[in-house]
């Protein structure tokens, strides 16, 4: 790689095979970062690597993001390949669409495990490289955790992301690194497609609309930080 290259920002991005995480895989290779992705599905990650055509610029790695021992294998698989790390956007998550009277538990751990341990062992795992780069943490959140949703357990761990950002933030701030929560309100992609009605009526986001706000949190001047960024399509009550 030319000097040029190698000096541009490495951001590594949790589910970015699909919706929010590819989107803004695109723009960032747009804006000329080189990005990692990580996801459970090869396929996905192998066809975001095809349509982007970026070659050397994108690193795709299988693995779960709940799962510590993937995700660090991945921040230094990202480090190795681009020999540095300056963002982190914790992507990768899921609903069960129910509520806790006919929820199912055993669903319920996975999606706490995926939404709630996935950013929390991001963190712990990149927050060393970050710290060298002075760089930012992105924490994609929901306006399910701005706002509850009444029994819904997908709604109790979108808080708990809300928590763990500011609770990131307090932590990583005398090490010069930037915390920023994202939360979108309703958003059209896969994420509903384990939904029984599909996606509800309404006003919906694009992937294109969260993945623009990502790119804003992350591309601040040096010692600047936006801690939160809450955003619903006009005419979404909650």
């Excluded at 069960?96 to 751990?109: M, Y």
């Excluded at 701005?146 to 933030?169: C, D, F, H, I, Q």
């Excluded at 992937?207 to 939160?228: D, T």
Aim: hydrophobic share 40%; charged share 20%.
């Amino acid at each position: 790689m030319d000097s040029e290259k190698t000096d541009a920002p490495v951001t590594l991005i949790t589910g970015g095979g699909t919706g929010i995480g590819a989107t803004t895989t695109r723009r960032l290779l747009a804006r000329g970062h080189r990005v990692a992705i990580t996801g459970r599905r090869k396929e996905r990650l192998e066809q975001v690597a095809t349509e982007t055509g970026a070659g050397p610029e994108l690193l795709t790695v299988v693995g779960d993001a709940a799962d510590y021992e993937s995700v660090r294998a991945a921040v230094e698989a990202t480090i190795e390949e681009f020999g540095r790390l300056d963002n982190v956007v914790a992507n990768a998550g899921l609903s069960t669409h129910d509520d806790l009277v006919d929820g199912d538990p055993e669903q319920w751990r996975e999606m706490l495990l995926t939404n709630v341990l996935g950013p929390a062992v991001l963190i712990k795992a990149a927050l060393p490289a970050l710290s060298a780069t002075r760089g930012r943490i992105i924490l994609v959140g929901s306006t399910a955790g701005v706002k509850n949703t009444p029994g819904n357990m997908y709604s109790v761990s979108k808080w708990a992301v809300s928590a763990l950002a500011e609770n990131a933030r307090v932590l990583a701030t005398g090490s010069g690194v930037g915390v920023t929560l994202v939360a979108p309100g309703r958003v059209e992609t896969s994420f509903w497609d384990s939904r029984e009605n599909g996606i509800p009526a309404g006003p919906i986001l694009t992937p294109e609309n969260v993945a623009e706000s990502i790119e804003f949190a992350l591309c601040q001047p040096a010692g600047i930080e936006i801690n939160s960024v809450v955003i619903r399509p006009v005419g979404q009550v909650h």
